[in-house]
């Protein structure tokens, strides 16, 4: 996609967002989230189970995680180990949330481009001690909504997608009549590429500089289909850029212009064999970040319940 291509996309979605106000209040794509889609999604609970979505926190140094969580006990002391009486097992933890290799959540603060945030915001709201607008704290109520997966490997007939592959709307349109599931309104939209599969297959690599996502075409899907969160089990954004002195034009393009939260390196290998047991793409899903003042991102373990 040319620069000039991606700069009119990014003006309508931009435009298309601004003229469809969130009815609830709520910020951006959240706003779909309406009540009435909270209790409906509820009627996907068929069989009770429950599945994560999310990879467990890498604390070891990898190639795409130079600098993993850090995971430290505090307590109790040897002495304490030793002595009779009440002692508690306590621990510490220090993560970066927007790594290339744990799950989570961006929020519509973390995208900055043209100098605004989403709706305008000024760049300088973000502040040393945290974002003043759009911190991931909009979603202290947690998210609660009909979850769809995607699966684009498992369109092509592979087990993931390559490095740099690059998931079109044609895909997105063509898995969902494959699955024999639509992408509707106020949907939690989670694309397979199979990136956690080969990661744990083949090992890490640069995910920085080589992976499989989304090119800024498929985000008019989500646009035209309302969605309300993307999630991906990449970073959502291809790499190399398909957009040239654009790094991250999915997120700018998901984020900055329609206001849809994402979430990066979530993990469906679990989540794929309970579909297609079931026989259906569509399930609950529970997200339920941090409640952090001020953050740009959580940590984020969602929850599907078929």
Known sequence: MTAHAF???????????????????????????????????????????TVSLAAPIETVPGPDDPEPAVHRMTGPSPHDLGSDGLHFATDRFAMNV?????????????????GELYGGVPAG??????????????LAEGVVGRGVLLDVPRLRGVPWLEPGDRVTSVDLTAAEAAQGVRVGPGDLLFVRTGHRLRRTELGP?????????????????????????????????????????VS????????HAL????????????????????????????VAPLRLAGGTGSPVNPIAVL
Not at 20 to 44: F, K, N
């Open 125 to 138: 709201s973000l502040t040393p001690e945290g974002a003043r607008a759009l911190s991931v704290d909009l």
């Open 98 to 114: 927007h790594g290339d290799a744990d799950s989570h959540l961006d929020a519509l603060c973390h995208v900055v481009f043209d």
């Open 205 to 245: 690599w640069k995910a920085a500089t080589a992976r499989a996502g989304l090119h800024p075409d498929a985000v008019e899907f989500l646009a035209e289909r309302e969605v309300a969160v993307l999630g991906g089990d990449g970073n959502n954004d291809t790499a190399p850029s398909p957009v040239q002195g």
């Open 7 to 49: 700069r009119a996309l990014y003006d309508r979605l931009r435009r298309r967002a601004a003229a469809q106000p969130a009815a609830d209040g709520r910020c951006g794509a959240l706003g779909r989230l309406t009540p009435g889609r909270v209790v409906a999604a509820a009627a996907e609970v068929r069989l009770g189970r």
């Open 248 to 255: 991250f034009p999915v997120h700018v393009l998901a984020i």
């Open 259 to 286: 206001g849809i939260p994402l979430m990066d390196y979530l993990q469906f290998e679990d989540l794929v064999p309970a579909c297609a047991q079931a026989g259906r793409w569509s399930f609950l899903c529970v």
